[in-house]
């Protein structure tokens, strides 16, 4: 089999008085004789740099040849000299790496360097470990450029600090946001809360650089950073600057025992079982785990809105829900909907065939109602012999998500789908033309109300059950969403 190579030609702006021995064209033809003397290799395309320096890898016939490198269109990479494909030692260690990856093979016939043979291999791999070692010794120079840089005071970059603006690679002071600085320490000295200073910048429209309101954790960064003094911190060490403080040191040092302060009294004995899990669904952020002490310093905890705590109690109307009790709901409807084969078996049976209507004559999917509650028993099982740790993780592998408002709760379950005889499916129930399952109905309590629906997901194949309370986390009415695509790993939404 033929491989297909590329010839690649470049001629520098120095070399133009040299066209009659150095031009592309010459260079293109000691190329194609070489390949005529070959017995495999074909030309697959010429690229020529015609006035191109050598020193970068900026040419448009050079990128496109690694386009069609990464396409996986060329075999074999053909040059006059090593030079004639760059001249920088780094980059051609870089292009060496980009060829072996998409298995490319390199020859320079002036230089009768092969990568095709075991010894340009060989010579390939020294001059990649050669430059394995430039590269952590330009990393030792670096850092200690930026160690020495630290020792005399200069600011090393990064995010440039609120209040500061760079000028010469230095930090120097903007004025506008200089007030808006000091007029934060100047609140904080006198609240003592960052939540009360968020309150009184929001209402002034005190903005931070993109126009928003600060966040908590903003502020508290602004307040605890020791640039505003003269000082930064580079590699965990805080270093005397050269730039210009923009408040005194010891108002920043008033300020800093409000953090120390707050040290926690009592010790965090609880493992959030769906901690990272629970999710808002009127502002879409995740819900944290958080804690009060209340009285006699007795402990509660919730999953809180993340909302509330970049701004305030007010940003998100869903705010918090007690942890125990949504845990306790979410494993106790669990283990309910695992014993309920027939429920499974209705929801299934409307998932894999009344639906395959709507795919328009599609193969119906390969989920089974086996494989759903052999997941849920499994999971429940679990859940009851494990201890908190292991509960929290265990949520991990079977959930992906749970959706919460006040109206409902959504659980999107993780679920492997198995292969199944669709021949020993038996349907649980007649399917009613309203999409109705009279089974699923029966399955459950008088007051189930069971719909049906199927739509495109960029997510896997769900049936969900919603459940909806009227307040709070009690709920009074169930119904079931059928959510449809093509994967083979299904998502089951139990909401």
């Known amino acids: 089999m033929q491989a297909k190579c590329a010839i690649y030609t470049r001629v520098s702006t120095d070399n133009q008085a040299e066209v009659e021995f150095n031009s592309c064209q010459a260079q293109e033809e000691k190329i194609k004789s070489f390949i005529n003397s070959q017995e495999n290799l074909l030309v697959f395309k010429v690229y020529s740099d015609a006035g191109f320096s050598g020193a970068d890898l900026e040419r448009p016939a050079l990128q496109e ?56 291999r060989l010579l390939r791999n020294i001059m990649l470990t050669f430059a394995q070692f430039e590269r952590e010794l330009t990393s030792e120079r670096t850092k200690d450029k930026l160690l020495e840089r630290a020792n005399k005071g200069m600011w090393n970059g990064g995010n440039v600090p609120f209040g500061y603006k760079v000028v010469d690679k230095r930090l120097v002071p903007d004025e506008q946001k200089a007030q808006k600085l000091r007029e934060i320490f100047a609140l904080f000295t006198s609240a003592g809360s960052l939540a009360e200073v968020y309150k009184v910048l929001k209402r002034k429209q005190v903005f931070n650089d993109k126009n928003l309101p600060f966040s908590k954790a903003h502020l508290q960064s602004i307040l605890k950073n020791p640039v505003y003094i003269g000082r930064f911190r580079y590699s965990g060490k805080i270093y005397q600057g050269v730039h210009q403080p923009l408040i005194s040191e010891g108002l920043f040092n008033h300020v800093q025992p409000f953090f120390r302060d ?146 409902s709760i959504q659980i999107n379950m993780l679920c492997l789908a198995e292969p199944i005889n669709r021949q020993s499916i038996k349907n649980p129930a007649p399917l009613e033309e309203s999409g109705v399952c009279g089974r699923a109905r029966a399955a459950a309590n008088p007051t189930v109300q069971v719909n049906f629906q199927t739509k495109r997901a960029t997510v896997n194949s769900s049936p969900s ?3 909806a309370p009227p307040r709070g986390l009690e709920p009074r009415t169930w119904w079931l969403h059928l959510t449809r695509n093509y994967f083979r790993k299904r998502t089951i939404s139990l909401p």
């Not at 049976?349 to 209507?357: C, T, V």
């Not at 509960?391 to 079977?398: D, H, N, P, S, V």
């Open 262 to 407: 707050k040290t926690r009294k009592l010790r965090l004995y609880k493992d959030y079982k769906l901690g990272g899990l629970v999710k808002c669904i009127e502002c879409g952020s995740i819900m944290t785990s958080s804690h009060t002490n209340k009285g006699n310093m007795r402990r509660y905890y919730y999953y809180r809105c993340t909302k509330t705590f970049k701004q305030d109690w007010r940003a998100c109307s869903t705010r918090q829900v007690n942890a125990d009790r949504l845990e306790g709901f979410v494993i106790d409807n669990l283990k309910r909907i695992s014993l309920d084969t027939n429920y499974i078996d209705s929801l299934i049976f409307k998932l894999n065939f009344e639906g395959s209507r709507v795919r328009q004559g599609l193969e119906p999917t390969d989920l089974c109602s086996e494989t759903v509650q052999k997941n849920l028993k499994e999971f429940v099982d679990y859940i009851e012999k494990a201890s908190k740790i292991e509960q929290a993780l265990i949520m991990r592998k079977y959930i992906k998500d749970i959706l919460y408002s006040k109206e």
């Open 65 to 120: 040849m690694l386009r069609d490198i990464r396409e996986n269109k060329i075999n074999v990479i053909i040059v006059y000299k090593i030079d004639r494909l760059t001249r920088s030692p780094k980059d051609f260690y870089a292009l060496m790496e980009i060829f072996d990856q998409y298995k490319v093979d390199f020859i320079s016939i002036t230089e009768r360097f092969d990568t095709s043979t075991p010894s340009g």
């Open 465 to 467: 059950l919603k459940m």
